[in-house]
């Protein structure tokens, strides 16, 4: 695949923001051809002030961003939106106090077309962490089920990833764990988080990690995400912030990251034609100096959309055409 053309927008205009901040967009397109994006703002991550909010793109056209879920009484972070089989949109996101380790999982559902919101319900009741989408999308497996990347931190800054696997649609889950050749309180470096997923031509499912040893780290499951091999580290840089990715048609994979061991710039689109061993730079969405992070991408057809926070005043939005070979 390569690059014909491509635009840069904005989902709301900088000058007048809805908030102060934002931060952590997701981005999914339904059925009806229509986009819908969606981000945390407020004040300043980790404030009381801070809900889910969201916009529809349509006919070429972000229309004005409105707060979805305001219905908990704590700070909201990182919403994840996914369309399943039965054209429900499910809005995940994480809700709690102001510790991260103190976070639990929500989920919303919309039956039409992301007009409307259920009350959100904890994912899985009881359970504090990282269940269900962390912060990147689900992903279908060739087999139907859902793969949801997630991950757990704890007190202390360590952490570790989990992935849920669901046979209903995104509803209810079961969760494995990718095994680390240490555990993450032991080794400080050693600390992944916020997978990125995708299945391979052969039925294998893999995920890359972000880390704090200066690259992605990745692992690879042979039975749709059940079980894990021990992770391991790549060549491809990482800065401790979170990327995402997606497979094209044609089996190539489209990473958004920042290629880096310490900024939150530049921020690339890299192809990689060789399973994920390595990318490729195939577009440079920005190049000069500020914080643009925490990308979500998604494909359809000759089409990739790629949402990012932008200097946490607002959320980008690229469209690029694609064209075979």
Request: with cysteine; charged share 25%.
């Amino acid at each position: 695949m390569r690059i014909i053309r491509y635009t840069k927008e904005y989902i709301y205009d900088l000058n007048h923001p809805p908030t102060p901040q934002a931060h952590a967009s997701t981005v999914v397109k339904l059925r009806n051809g229509d986009l819908l994006a969606a981000w945390f703002g407020g004040t300043e991550e980790g404030n009381p002030d801070v809900r889910i909010w969201l916009s529809r793109r349509r006919n070429g056209t972000w229309e004005t961003p409105f707060v979805l879920q305001d219905d908990l009484p704590w700070t909201h972070w990182n919403p994840v939106l996914f369309e399943n089989s039965r054209g429900e949109v499910l809005l995940y996101y994480k809700s709690g106090a102001e510790k991260i380790e103190e976070w639990k999982t929500y989920l919303a559902v919309s039956r039409d077309g992301g007009a409307h919101f259920s009350p959100a319900r904890e994912l899985v009741p009881g359970d504090v962490g990282g269940r269900g989408p962390v912060k990147n999308k689900p992903i279908r497996l060739s087999d139907g089920a859902l793969l949801a990347p997630g991950s757990v931190e704890l007190p202390g800054g360590a952490g570790y990833c989990i992935i849920d696997r669901s046979e209903d649609e995104g509803y209810t889950w079961q969760a494995s764990r990718i095994p680390m050749e240490s555990h993450p309180e032991d080794d400080p470096k050693l600390v992944l988080i916020q997978p990125t997923l995708w299945e391979s031509p052969d039925g294998c499912v893999h995920a890359l990690m972000r880390s704090k040893s200066g690259c992605l780290w990745r692992s690879d499951s042979a039975d749709g995400g059940r079980t894990w091999c021990t992770a391991y580290p790549t060549g491809i840089p990482n800065n401790w912030s979170g990327v995402d990715l997606t497979a094209l048609p044609d089996g190539t994979l489209a990473l958004v990251s920042n290629p880096t061991v310490k900024r939150r710039f530049p921020l690339t689109l890299g192809f990689s034609t060789d399973g994920g061993e390595t990318f490729t730079n195939a577009l440079t969405l920005e190049d000069h100096m500020g914080e643009f992070s925490y990308p979500a991408v998604i494909a359809d057809g000759d089409r990739i959309w790629v949402t990012y926070t932008h200097d946490r005043r607002g959320i980008a939005f690229f469209e690029i055409t694609l064209a075979e070979d």
